[in-house]
């Protein structure tokens, strides 16, 4: 069995209907009506232990709403959840003792009380030995540079340090998996880059599976071996991140320096390859990895220009998404 099985899951919300006018609003009180919106639509995927998956889509793709019916927060209308052998909304208090969850824009930390003492809390709420207990928040200290906020209230944190803090807190108690619903939303460049490499050593040192949910697709690409694409509440990819880049992110681009005034200033022409763009003796030269390969057209291009510098730049996996969203199915 894998750690994590969903088969066929959806749920469906039901949503008053408004009326507009006084006369609506009365209809609306006398026979209030009500439109199902499916919000998660036959979702399917397995996880194994170990795994760090990159659950993507666009807003209201029902991303969230899986996250909160793997949590157990919400029940689903149909399908089948198994997550590490306990069904979530039917074994709530056993399954979040195994779990860790951090969702961005809301944190589980007393607002007024010092980071220290909401961990303290923590301690007790799990029933975390004390001797784990302090072993893990060395560690985590030294990881996530707690030190200078653990005595200051948690309602005087910065974003950063709270998220650090949220971190903390979710892993204290030694789960098994570790649900992030936009961990990095909002933070500066140094930020993210302290909690990506905190979730890389958690995942390889203690083997934590990680299902991320992120707008932030550098996230994807610095965390996520595997990809989980939602659109509409539908599965529209589900495997390889190298494989979606190569897939449907055909185009790459030979970034070419040339020697000054090796070509005159006229239009480079290579076989296979278009220029795009060009600034001073930088060609910017785009070609379809099916219908030649770097290696061959480094070579024409050598073989017709005199070359200072050259790399290789593969496609930006949010265009490769965003395409993929525009034609409105991965197979399309």
Not at 106 to 112: A, I, S, V
Not at 117 to 137: C, G, T
Not at 250 to 259: G, K, N, S
Request: proline share 5%; net charge negative.
């Amino acid at each position: 069995m894998s750690l994590i099985e969903v088969e066929n899951l959806r749920k469906v919300f039901s949503i008053a209907m408004r009326r507009g006018g006084p006369l609506g609003a009365v209809r609306a009180l006398l026979a209030r009506e009500y439109r199902d919106v499916h919000a998660v639509d036959g979702v399917s995927f397995r996880l194994e232990a170990g795994e760090v998956v990159g659950y993507i889509g666009p807003n209201g793709a029902g991303k969230s709403t899986t996250i909160k019916m793997l949590t157990g927060i919400l029940v689903p209308s149909d399908g089948r959840i198994v997550v590490d052998g306990r069904v979530p909304h039917q074994q709530r208090v056993e399954h979040a003792r195994r779990i860790g969850v951090v969702f961005g824009q809301r944190t589980q930390l007393w607002w007024d009380l010092p980071t220290i003492e909401s961990f303290e809390l923590l301690r007790h709420i799990y029933r975390i030995p004390e001797r784990s207990w302090k072993a893990n928040l060395t560690t985590f200290h030294d990881l996530l540079e707690l030190g200078p906020f653990l005595e200051t209230p948690v309602r005087q944190l910065s974003l950063g340090q709270r998220m650090r803090a949220d971190l903390a807190a979710a892993l204290l108690h030694d789960p098994a998996i570790l649900f992030l619903d936009e961990p990095t939303i909002g933070l500066d460049v140094i930020a993210r880059e302290r909690i990506r490499q905190f979730l890389t050593h958690i995942n390889r040192e203690r083997a934590v599976t990680i299902i991320l949910t992120t707008h932030d697709l550098e996230d994807i690409e610095r965390l996520c071996p595997r990809v989980v694409l939602i659109d509409h509440g539908h599965v529209i990819y589900d495997g390889a991140l190298e494989a979606l880049r190569t897939r449907f992110g055909r185009q790459r681009t030979l970034v070419v320096d040339l020697e000054a005034g090796e070509d005159g200033g006229l239009p480079i022409q290579v076989p296979n390859a278009q220029a795009v763009r060009r600034e001073g003796p930088r060609v910017w030269l785009s070609f379809d990895r099916e219908a030649t390969t770097a290696a061959a057209l480094i070579a024409d291009v050598a073989a017709r220009y005199r070359i200072r510098d050259l790399t290789v730049e593969e496609p930006e996996i949010e265009a490769v998404v965003r395409g993929i969203y525009e034609t409105g199915s991965a197979e399309a």
